[in-house]
């Protein structure tokens, strides 16, 4: 896929919005909660070609970026402790080049209201968490018909 958009994630917001990962948090804690996450959205970028960005509110003094096994298109972003998850991403659409390649994912309509003003594209998690599943299962199909095509 040549370009599928960069994908933004509000992070905890998403977490907390599906039962699930709500209850892999409450049970295992914050890190598996990210985990399981990745292990949701990451067919988005490898099948899916997206780029993907979550951004979880942080408390150091600046912005902390990770990058998923060393990858520029898999990124963790915590913002310092003075600015939310929110504001980060508000900034994000305001100053891209090009925000209607960008697609933000929150179920806060104040912050999908904003991303869409400024040209973005605002996405409820359910709606990400199902895409996720499709690229998951044409990943998985997409593998299957590699290992079982025989050499001509």
């Not at 993907?52 to 402790?81: A, H, K």
């Not at 994000?92 to 209607?100: F, K, R």
């Not at 996720?132 to 025989?150: H, I, P, Q």
């Amino acid at each position: 896929m040549a370009d599928a958009g960069h994908i933004i994630i509000d992070g905890w917001n998403a977490v907390r919005s599906n039962p699930a990962m709500e209850k892999v948090f409450l049970d295992s804690g914050l890190d598996a909660a990210r985990e399981e996450l990745w292990r949701l959205v990451g067919p988005l970028h490898d099948y899916g070609g997206a780029r993907v960005t979550i951004v979880y509110d942080g408390r150091g003094e600046d912005v902390s970026i990770l990058r998923r096994n060393g990858i520029s298109t898999l990124s963790e972003v915590f913002t310092p402790s003075h600015m939310t998850a929110d504001e980060l991403i508000e900034q994000l659409c305001a100053s891209s080049p090009n925000p209607s390649g960008i697609t933000v994912v929150s179920r806060d309509n104040l912050l999908r209201l904003t991303a869409t003003t400024f040209g973005a594209t605002a996405l409820a998690p359910d709606r990400l968490f199902e895409g996720a599943r499709g690229c998951s299962r044409a990943m998985a199909e997409s593998l299957r018909c590699l290992l079982y095509t025989s050499p001509s």
